[in-house]
């Protein structure tokens, strides 16, 4: 597998061909999915649309193609730059999308050229994993396969202080409004649990200190107690 380089098919494509062949591409299946790929990198690479007085790629696409979500043109634009056409006809978008996350996750570099036999350790009930490769495996195993293989999640906060925390947050509603910036984070380090507030403004110290107080309310009540 190669990293795909703009053909000079493409290299004098005007933005107006470009949408017209994207619309043609649009009832071609995964084949078509892979052009797009190919003429949205090029009009992403290029500035074809910033040149053509749009504000960014985005907006163009947003204004010709409404059924195209952004998420799904980077996706078919990721696809086309790491995958050949003729993949992309027997596996589909999806399917290649995810076989690259798992490479990823797993850590390893897929072949250049066919990667049907590349195996997937796909997690069974029961604790067990099977291996079968790519070609063989429909979308669902290859997507349980990514999440068998991701790192473990980050360690879960004890429920009193989730809580609390809970309370906290609650307080800080209260004290600050609707749209203001003011954060409070959370993260475990050691069986520890660890807040971070961001975004502050320096007039508004006096109502972070009255959230905080408010949001310690329930623990010195049982202290007291």
Partial sequence: MSEKNESDTLSGLTLIQVRDSIRAHLTQ???????????????????????????????????????LAQSTLSRYGAVARQFTEEACKEHGVAKLASLST???????????????????????????????????????E????????????????????????????????????????????????GGKTLLTIQGVPIDDVERLVEALMDGLQPKLVRSVG
Avoid: W
């Avoid at 504000?55 to 947003?62: E, G």
């Avoid at 997690?123 to 291996?131: A, D, K």
């Avoid at 429920?159 to 609390?164: C, E, L, Q």
């Fill in 102 to 140: 798992y490479a990823k996750v797993a850590d390893f570099a897929l072949p250049a050229g066919d990667v049907g036999a590349v195996p997937i350790d796909i997690p069974q009930e029961g604790g067990t994993v099977v291996s079968k490769p790519f070609a063989e495996c429909n979308l669902e």
């Fill in 142 to 189: 290859v997507l349980s396969a990514v999440k068998h293989k991701r790192k473990p999640l980050r360690p879960s906060m004890p429920p009193p202080d989730a809580a609390r925390v809970d309370f906290m947050r609650e307080s800080f509603s209260r004290h600050f409004a609707q749209g203001a910036r003011v954060q409070l984070k959370t993260s475990v380090q």
């Fill in 29 to 67: 299946g995964n084949a078509g999915h892979h052009a797009i790929g190919r003429l949205y990198n090029h009009t992403v690479g290029n500035k074809l649309a910033e040149k053509n007085g749009y504000s960014s790629a985005q907006q163009f696409f947003s204004q010709n193609f409404k059924a």
